[in-house]
């Protein structure tokens, strides 16, 4: 059975850095495409980023492209959002997850979901 937990998450300043890790149990990595969403109270999930199963077709929405970088380490079975130059509108509980569907910024695409990290960017 897979399991997804993440960690990383916390308050920073605008203009701040985080690292947000994700290990994965269960499965591999290395075998699965995966992405992050992330979801403010009162509004839907959305796509953040995402990586496919060969690690070499990384995908970012527009507002945080520049700033955020999705990896992935298979040794250890962890994925990675390196997120820089936060803004207030970042804060969200950040989610990943590993899909199994054909649309990478869709949510019905992934089956496999971790508990959510909060992430708070204050101004």
């Known amino acids: 059975q897979v399991q997804l937990v993440e960690s990383g998450g916390g308050l920073v300043q605008t203009g701040g850095s985080l690292r947000l890790s994700c290990a994965v149990s269960?499965?591999?990595?290395?075998?699965?495409?995966m992405g992050w969403f992330r979801q403010a109270p009162g509004k839907e999930r959305e796509f953040v980023s995402a990586?496919?199963?060969?690690?070499?077709?990384?995908y970012y929405a527009e507002s945080v492209k520049g700033r955020f970088t999705i990896s992935r380490d298979s040794a250890k079975n962890t994925l990675y959002l390196q997120m820089n130059s936060l803004k207030p509108e970042d804060t969200a509980v950040y989610y990943c997850?590993?899909?199994?569907?054909?649309?990478?910024?869709?949510?019905?695409?992934?089956?496999?979901w971790g508990q959510g990290t909060q992430v708070t960017v204050s101004s």
């Open positions: 990586i496919s199963w060969s690690a070499r077709d990384k």
């Open positions: 269960g499965r591999t990595v290395s075998t699965w495409a």
């Open positions: 997850a590993l899909r199994s569907g054909s649309y990478y910024r869709e949510p019905a695409s992934y089956n496999d």
